[in-house]
């Protein structure tokens, strides 16, 4: 999502700009490979649709989430609730259930600040 909205910014502040402007771009600010091993979606004038379609997933994964288990995401605004935790059982929705998954999953969303943000904001948003 940050890459394809740093794509659209660019994009805007660069009317016309080239398939080889948007790459250099994205080689430069990218984090993540993903834009540039798509070139369908480089080459479009407008990412308005494609940036809508995202964020609705995004809700999407997050309403799923939050329904399946909603002890994980406050964990996600403050990792520090599940830090010290090692639970070796687990019901499917309980607590030592999203104390577990948030421990597999962590360093993939810290490696990804932004990530991390904007879903802290979803949360922030729906508290």
Do not use: C
């Amino acid at each position: 999502m940050q890459d394809l909205d740093s794509l659209h910014a660019f994009v805007l502040r660069n009317p016309g700009a080239s398939g080889e402007a948007r790459y250099d771009h994205l080689q430069e600010e990218a984090m993540s490979n993903i834009l540039l091993q798509r070139p369908d979606i480089v080459a479009q004038e407008k990412y308005l649709d494609l940036m809508t379609q995202l964020r609705a997933q995004i809700m999407q994964l997050y309403k799923q989430v939050k329904k399946d288990n909603p002890h994980f995401w406050p964990g996600m605004l403050n990792p520090n609730l599940f830090a010290y935790d090692v639970p070796t059982g687990y019901i499917p929705g309980s607590r030592e259930e999203a104390v577990l998954v948030f421990r597999h999953s962590w360093y993939s969303w810290s490696e990804t600040q932004p990530a991390i943000q904007y879903i802290r904001g979803i949360i922030s948003n729906d508290m």
